[in-house]
């Protein structure tokens, strides 16, 4: 439903009777439930099919909602979050006593962020206190950037409150920043970037997908499609083309480089343009009716590429190539 001043304090009453609702955020859509009810959580997991492990985002309205969820915030808190919230940067903390074992998946660390998205934000504004809330799409699903996504996801639940904010600006997940170690490290990448984190902190690991583990939604072959999906080296395309007799749906900068019976689907030549159109296209991908989706290596490698680069590579994390 588009997301009107009473569709919003329609989804924040939801949020209070522990119910789960569906709201935007500028990264992707977020399957929502009240941070404190452990019933509510219970449902988020339930409809997702998402692993008892693997804990949830806690979304606030800035630093002051934080502070109930998060048991220490220090001066580089305020300093990350004045710099980049609301926006989308995650900080992995330690979790206040009062935070139920199901927001965190019994971790002793909660992950917070302020939103930059004004649905979001008038929502947890509304509603009056943190939601938790993985990304809206059933687990192993690429993730929704909108509205019509999570409808196709979540098309046999009837009742589910989606409050339609557009497509999502961003359209990757947000930078996950883990504060509790000796040096921040990066879990995720995302929109904000290790260049950025680095103005702001004395260091910034990036940590290395094996000790993700860290991080269970962060594993290979989080971000994929239905379809097998195969990165093909800038320039490899044609040459590639030409080992493929089966019809492939390509990913790529310009699509003179494919031709019948392919089909392309041109992506944006900007990283920011890039990233916005990412998991549209691969769903476009997936619902092509064909055996294997080719993606042409994205042309940067620095600031949001890293982020493209990152979700491209667990997208097409799968068995060996078949040139069948
Ligand atoms: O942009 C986003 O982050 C979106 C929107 C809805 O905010 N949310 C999202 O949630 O992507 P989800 O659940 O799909 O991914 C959350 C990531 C996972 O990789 C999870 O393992 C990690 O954050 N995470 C959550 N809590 C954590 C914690 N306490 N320690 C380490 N990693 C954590
Ligand atoms: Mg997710």
Not at 70 to 89: E, K, M, Y
Not at 170 to 192: F, K, M, N, Q
Request: charged fraction near 20%; charge should be negative.
């Amino acid at each position: 439903m588009k997301a009107s001043e009473a569709a919003v304090a329609e989804a924040a009453g939801r949020l209070r009777d522990g119910d789960v609702v569906v709201f935007p955020t500028e990264t992707v859509y977020g399957l929502g439930a009240d941070t404190f009810n452990d019933t509510a959580l219970e449902r988020v997991y339930e409809l997702k099919g998402r692993p008892a492990a693997n804990p949830l985002i806690a979304h606030v309205t800035g630093p002051d909602q934080a502070q109930r969820v998060v048991a220490a915030w220090d001066d580089r808190c305020s300093r990350l979050a004045s710099s980049f919230w609301p926006g989308p940067l995650t900080l992995v903390l330690p979790r206040a006593e009062t935070v139920p074992d199901r927001a965190t998946a019994g971790w002793p660390t909660i992950a917070v962020r302020a939103p930059d998205h004004p649905v979001a934000l008038e929502l947890l504004e509304t509603f009056g206190g943190p939601v938790s809330a993985p990304s809206a799409n059933r687990s192993g699903r690429v993730s929704p950037t909108t509205a019509a996504h999570v409808a196709g996801d979540f098309a046999d639940i009837g009742d589910l409150l989606i409050l339609d904010g557009g497509p999502c600006a961003v359209g990757i997940e947000s930078t996950v920043l883990d504060l509790c170690g000796d040096v921040p490290a990066i879990l995720r990448p995302g929109a904000v970037s290790a260049e950025a984190l680095a103005s702001q902190l004395d260091r910034v690991a990036v940590a290395a997908i094996a000790a993700q583990t860290h991080s269970p939604g962060t594993s290979s072959r989080h971000y994929a499609p239905q379809t097998p999906a195969e990165l093909v080296p800038r320039g490899g395309l044609p040459a590639r083309l030409v080992l493929q007799r089966e019809p492939v749906v390509a990913l790529c900068l310009h699509d003179a480089e494919v031709s019948e019976p392919h089909r392309a689907i041109v992506m944006p030549g900007d990283a920011r343009g890039y990233a916005a159109r990412l998991y549209t296209a691969l769903r476009e991908a997936d619902a092509g009716g064909v055996t294997r989706i080719l993606i042409e290596e994205p042309p940067g490698r620095t600031g949001l590429w890293q982020a493209v680069r990152d979700r491209l590579r667990r997208a097409t994390e799968r068995e060996p190539l078949d040139t069948t």
